[in-house]
């Protein structure tokens, strides 16, 4: 069996060839190929033995931009969100400016991708994968690093540590600061609506708003810390549970704008009026933060810098491969509307 | 000049073969061959003579599975609005089951295409096209057209006519439905404030609104009847010189979930109740609809209804050029939430 032009491809001597595979598997290099690109035409059987031994011998097709189509592919949790859509417009603004298609495919209520995707990828041979709150299985994870098609996430949960190239925002300073405004405001009891525990970005939200209160000398009340799942429905739940609580707080910090319109809710259904009775403050900043009545002070992720980040580091790693990269986090910033106002004077 | 194997595919006789075209342009196969798949290496002037060539000669590029891509793309106005949003997602549950990769391209403010877009989509060889609230220019058109790219428009405004095939819904039932809802709770003054007269959507709705007050033996205030751009800013305008107006309604059909979103701005900075001070109505019913304080009485457009139908529709008719289609309305239905109830007795 003769070196193909792919062979001729593969730099490292320490890698397999295309050839060295094909003759490990005892099939032919067109079988390898098939593999590589995810056509049909090859058994089940022999598909997972050309997997496996492409995997453990290293293999590593180099891409080029002439061996790969103009195209990056997004994998989105929600595409239908608000978070969802401004990432995705946000990756097509700056993919046209380039002249890349933009392939949108949803992740699955796990943020996983669906049955075939990745064979699909494979077939279109993109420049890269931008993972947009959605995560990928390691099989599939090692299917595109053989093939050298780069993934990058744009993170906005913190997700469990991987490999993945990514990019985040600055979550720490985003609740120290929205907890920072409502105590310059005049509030003492201040409550947090936070993410499930597992997301890091939790985490360093809550983290951030101990700190501020720390930092003013403002006990934290146990009470007052309550987890949610970034959805309307635990903003109201939890809204509703501290405003009518013993010990309701004046002010509630909500760890999403659309959990921030549930604690609106919560208000309403009480008889409660936004900012006069209690003051609340978003995440993400939305549009839906622009549209809500009263319009919602929020902490701005960067979106749109965000997406563009993303967009050049996967372009970045499809030409050099071995660049050095793990996390960047953008920073947030405190967009003051009208739902946050002084407490009124308790009137025990 | 010999014929090619892209010639054979041309079926009608009374159609210009490729070498046909090349010949009247004075250019090789190769180059009008370029120029069919938006590949570089033309001059302006050449491409802009054989493009009209292939026009005025009627040229077709006979389409088949094999000689495309697995691609569907989606031109669509504002990516990042809950319309498109749900828009988008719709068409990617229906593409990735078919094993079809979803392209989304934004279009501008202009409704139009972004510079480039026309040549990147013949580069990337599509099944077919589906634009979401955009319009294509007349010579993008006539290209598509050449290479028997299939373009079908999911239509929420009822665009000025033209050949293309369109999805839309039943807009004159909805704005019946609505009102009719509203004159069953026991309003009497109920005001609509509409999309822009140009839209044949704005204007079927309006209809309905004036057919279901004339059933009910009700005569419509001029004063009653505004217009607005389906936005959130026009709806507060709108909503509050009409709900601080001499001649107050007690309920408001809104054109748009957002724009109703602006009404409730305006009765909260007046100080009114929804429902117990006016009944507010929206359009749409995208998720926005459900997060409202209180959840929003709507009407339904069946979004992801729409967006199969139109993902099957193009890919039919890539399949099948010469099917004959225009139009498809979808039905509307109305979706009673929170936000309307019977009105207040007058004190006067």
């Known amino acids: 069996m003769s070196p193909t032009s792919e062979d001729a491809a593969v730099a490292p001597a320490s890698r397999a060839t295309l050839s060295e595979v094909a003759a490990l598997a005892n099939v032919s290099v067109a079988t390898v190929s098939k593999v590589l690109n995810g056509r049909t035409g090859v058994s089940d059987e022999t598909r997972s033995r050309v997997?496996?031994?492409l995997g453990e011998r290293n293999y590593n097709r180099r891409a080029s931009a002439s061996s790969t189509a103009p195209l990056i592919e997004v994998l989105c949790f929600e595409i239908d969100s608000p978070f969802g859509g401004a990432a995705i417009a946000g990756i097509e603004r700056v993919a046209s400016e380039h002249g890349i298609g933009l392939v949108v495919s949803a992740a699955q209520d796990s943020h996983l991708p669906g049955p075939g995707w990745a064979d699909a990828v494979l077939r279109r041979q993109p420049?890269?994968?931008?993972?947009?709150?959605?995560l990928l299985p390691d099989d599939d994870r090692a299917r595109l690093r053989s093939r050298s098609i780069p993934v990058v996430a744009i993170d906005p949960y913190g997700a469990p540590a991987t490999d993945t190239p990514s990019i985040g925002s600055a979550d720490w300073n985003g609740g120290f600061h929205a907890t920072q405004h409502l105590i310059g405001l005049g509030h003492r009891r201040i409550a947090i609506i936070t993410g499930p525990d597992s997301m890091l970005a939790s985490t360093a939200r809550l983290s951030g708003y101990r700190a501020a209160l720390d930092a003013a000398g403002i006990p934290v009340s146990p009470d007052?810390?309550?987890?949610?799942?970034?959805?309307r429905q635990d903003g109201f739940v939890e809204g509703r549970a501290l405003l009518s609580g013993d010990d309701p707080p004046t002010a509630i910090f909500a760890s999403s704008d659309i959990q921030a319109l549930g604690v609106y809710e919560a208000a309403r259904v009480l008889g409660l009026r936004i900012p006069e009775d209690v003051s609340i403050v978003g995440y993400d900043d939305l549009s839906i933060a622009q549209w809500a009545g009263p319009p919602?002070?929020?902490?701005?992720?960067?979106?749109?810098?965000?997406?563009e980040q993303a967009f050049q580091l996967v372009t970045r790693l499809h030409d050099e491969p071995e660049l050095a990269f793990t996390r960047v986090d953008l920073a947030t910033s405190l967009v003051v509307r009208e739902s946050t106002a002084p407490p009124r004077p308790r009137g025990d």
């Open 296 to 307: 919602l002070t929020t902490v701005r992720v960067p979106l749109a810098e965000m997406a």
């Open 127 to 134: 420049r890269g994968i931008i993972l947009v709150a959605a």
């Open 51 to 53: 997997e496996s031994l």
């Open 224 to 231: 007052h810390v309550r987890y949610g799942e970034f959805h």
